[in-house]
């Protein structure tokens, strides 16, 4: 049974510095890209970033290019994402997804984790 | 950079209704990588509809998805009470990556 688990979210500083992780479990983790979206409160869903399965591709939203790293480790089957340098507009719940490929290729965000809160605030 | 617009904001329908909604993308979306997802509060996002028009594993058959180029809809043929959420469309592979519509609210009238 495919399981994403967030964890690291808590109240930070503006300036501060966060590391989320994401724990998978329930498929072969090395196989997949995973993504990071975010939701501030009562607003809509943001893309953050992306990593390819192997770590050899990353990309970012325009919004946090440079302050955010992605990041992952195939042996613990764990996606992080480092976050530098923020803002009360990075308050938000961070979700990581698994992206899924169909038989005809076809991709989807077919596993979402039930996300970590980040609340930047003074 | 492609941008998606969702319309309309709110829909407010009774159970039993038929559903209409609208995803607008700013330039045409790349092989067709367009889903929809529903979702709830306190929920994460939940997968409906991916490549346009293929239902993902468990969502019932009164749910689906249409469209090509820049325009694209979800149709809940008759809702159910369990229906009422809100629903974002998602572009994939373009420019960004990925995006996300800005929201529909589907609300009980």
């Known amino acids: 049974q495919v399981h994403l688990m967030e964890s690291g979210g808590k109240v930070v500083q503006p300036g501060g510095s966060l590391r989320l992780s994401c724990e998978a479990t329930?498929?072969?983790?090395?196989?997949?890209?995973m993504h990071w979206v975010r939701q501030a409160p009562g607003k809509g869903l943001e893309w953050v970033a992306a990593i390819s399965y192997d770590g050899g591709n990353k990309n970012y939203g325009d919004f946090v290019k440079g302050r955010v790293t992605i990041s992952r480790d195939n042996s613990k089957n764990t996606v992080h994402l480092q976050m530098n340098s923020l803002r009360t507009e990075d308050t938000a719940i961070y979700y990581c997804a698994r992206v899924n490929y169909d038989d005809n290729g076809y991709p989807s965000f077919d596993y979402w984790g039930q996300g970590t809160r980040v609340t930047v605030s003074s | 950079e492609i941008v998606l617009t969702q319309s309309p904001g709110t829909l407010s329908l009774s159970p039993g209704e038929r559903a209409t909604l609208s995803c607008r993308a700013s330039q045409s979306v790349t092989n067709d990588f367009l889903a929809w997802y529903q979702q709830k509060p306190g929920q994460a996002p939940r997968l409906l509809i991916y490549?346009?028009?293929i239902r993902a594993t468990g969502i019932p058959d009164r749910f689906s998805g249409g469209g090509s180029g820049t325009d694209f809809t979800l149709t809940i043929s008759r809702l159910e009470p369990e229906d009422f959420a809100v629903y974002y469309c998602q572009q994939y592979g373009g420019s960004p990556q990925c995006s996300f519509g800005q929201g529909t609210k589907l609300e009980i009238k």
């Open positions: 490549g346009v028009s």
């Open positions: 329930g498929f072969i983790f090395s196989s997949k890209a």
